[in-house]
């Protein structure tokens, strides 16, 4: 990835700041509806100087985009080495997340229908071999076409051959680690979810099985 063309105030202009923290901007959004990523490189010594998040942002896109999963449309990866930030220019995934929809977003949701659609999700997700790590209800949309999608999706690996159980054991860890997400897919013991799952993965996911890795996923979390 080469430097960019233009410096960071130019291509920020007065833009919208949507999120920030104590070093600074992270996410903002332009006056075209586009959005800017700034990742900023905490180490001088570390894996994101020669492969940065926001390449990884790109190339993740890319690779749900192969496997027909919605996700943000990148338009360009920018660096800038002088203020040690990587930015990633997108068009955003038009939708709710769910953590927006349990919040009462969308009121008139079939609640049991979603939990059955997100585990049909995780599961074409797992047997793609896509182990996202930050899966959570704030970074799955359900998309304007009805479609889940994913979105913040820098630490993502997408594998070629479907993920090995202890994999997708540690990835429902990742998806119940927020309370008020465990609380909303676990309301009926996981059983939506895990009928979803079970469905979309096939022989030897039992939906009994399931629920028992979701319960002690949960119990373990409380």
């Not at 800017?36 to 690779?63: G, I, T």
């Not at 360009?76 to 990633?88: A, C, G, K, S, Y």
């Amino acid at each position: 990835m080469s430097d960019s063309a233009i410096d960071y105030p130019t291509l920020r202009g007065d833009a919208e700041i949507i999120e920030a923290d104590g070093h600074g901007e992270k996410v903002l959004r332009l006056a075209d509806g586009s959005y800017l990523k700034v990742f900023r490189r905490k180490r001088l010594l570390s894996s994101a100087a020669w492969y940065p998040y926001a390449r990884r942002f790109a190339d993740n896109a890319e690779a749900l985009a192969r496997l027909g999963i919605p996700c943000p449309h990148v338009i360009r990866v920018h660096r800038f080495p002088i203020i040690r930030r990587d930015v990633v220019h997108y068009r955003p995934l038009p939708g709710l997340t769910l953590r927006q929809i349990i919040q009462g977003a969308q009121p008139e949701i079939d609640t049991r229908a979603l939990l059955g659609q997100l585990g049909r999700f995780v599961a074409t997700l797992h047997d793609a071999g896509v182990f996202f790590r930050s899966i959570h209800l704030g970074n799955i949309v359900l998309g304007d076409d009805g479609r889940l999608g994913l979105i913040d999706i820098a630490d993502m690996q997408a594998g070629r051959r479907p993920l090995p159980r202890f994999k997708r054991k540690r990835n429902f860890a990742h998806l119940l680690r927020y309370r008020e997400d465990r609380a909303w897919l676990m309301a009926d013991g996981g059983q939506a979810f895990a009928e979803g799952y079970a469905a979309q993965a096939g022989k030897g996911y039992a939906v009994g099985d399931l629920q028992a890795w979701l319960n002690a996923t949960a119990g373990a979390g409380r």
